[in-house]
């Protein structure tokens, strides 16, 4: 349960540990994600649909763009805060975001194919305050193939709070 | 005339080389589209967020529906994907910052140029940095990759 009729249980800075984290989460990648994701993001490379044009390229098979790693290992971190009876500030019933700041990837030379099984898991990886106030945190998430072989690692870097006087309500 | 993946090698590449430049448009029905690709998991969450929900997102610090960062990130790739070898791509790190949101109807050129060639830990490397630039001439995302030969 992660809240009462009367008050909510928002996550925040000062709960806030290096090292919170989630359950691990296991996707399989099929043709038909990589496809929708590829059409979504309006990337037309025909390595992404067809398997003859994949071989080609040195694939074994049909394989994920690189950054649909954002949607086979998501960095889930509302379910961080919910798995520690918080609710996120998304979901708070004064809801304000925490708009993306950037990422930071490093991949691992493995390619996901379509067929693989991946895992993984988010963690708070960091958390700082600029010069100018605005509050920032960083989260690491490394994912598996069902091989056990990292197949990627990234940071997902996040404005946990803006300096007073720098937003609005919602901001 | 810019590196093309199909004959880039580290011999044949040079400080200063250009990548190929790809152009993005950005609409609320695109930003719905790729909601709709994590919207069954992360269901609670995406309720209440500046992607599609248009009336918290006009309240909010952008004034408006803004994209998803990690999209602008694939697009960066994207055009890396022209210049450089996937498999390459498949072993590299890009390291990316968001300067301004990308908003319904803004439509963003990514461009790129090579920075720096040098030799760590045996492998060739090739860095690069990637532009994102809106139709106002804004830098909305700045990106830097390192990529193995």
């Known amino acids: 349960m992660v809240e009462t009729q009367e008050e909510e249980n928002v996550y925040n800075w000062d709960v806030m540990e290096i090292g919170h984290t989630a359950t691990p989460l296991t996707v399989e990648v099929t043709k038909e994600r990589i496809a929708n994701y590829a059409k979504s993001v309006r990337d037309d490379n025909p390595i992404f649909f067809d398997e003859a044009a994949a071989k080609a390229a040195g694939f074994d098979g049909i394989v994920a763009p690189p950054t649909m790693l954002y949607v086979y290992s998501p960095m889930r971190r509302a379910e961080i805060m919910n798995g520690l009876g918080y609710v996120s500030p998304e979901q708070s019933k004064e809801a304000r975001s925490t708009p993306f700041a950037g990422t930071e990837v490093m991949f691992q030379g493995v390619p996901v194919l379509a067929g693989d099984t991946i895992t993984s898991q988010p963690a708070v990886d960091r958390k700082w305050e600029s010069s100018s106030g605005n509050r920032f945190v960083s989260f690491r998430i490394i994912a598996t193939n069902q091989r056990g072989e990292k197949v990627v690692e990234y940071l997902y870097n996040v404005i946990w709070e803006y300096a007073q006087g720098q937003k609005s309500r919602n901001g | ?149």
């Open chain 2, 1 to 149: 005339m810019a590196i093309q993946a199909a004959t880039a090698s580290y011999v044949s590449i040079q400080v200063g080389d250009e990548l190929p430049s790809i152009q993005k448009t950005e609409t609320q029905e695109t930003i719905d589209d790729y909601t709709r690709l994590i919207v069954n998991r992360e269901a609670p969450a995406i309720g209440t967020n500046l992607h599609t929900d248009q009336r918290f997102a006009d309240a909010g610090i952008f004034a408006g529906t803004v994209n998803y960062g990690v999209v602008t990130c694939s697009f960066m790739m994207e055009l890396l994907q022209k210049a450089f070898p996937t498999p390459n791509l498949l072993r590299s790190t890009l390291d990316m910052r968001a300067l301004e949101p990308i908003r319904s109807g803004d439509t963003v050129t990514f461009t790129g140029k090579v920075l720096e060639k040098r030799e760590e830990g045996g492998q060739h490397l090739v860095d690069v940095e990637v532009t994102g630039t809106n139709q106002l001439g804004q830098s909305v995302a700045a990106g830097r990759a390192s990529v193995p030969f």
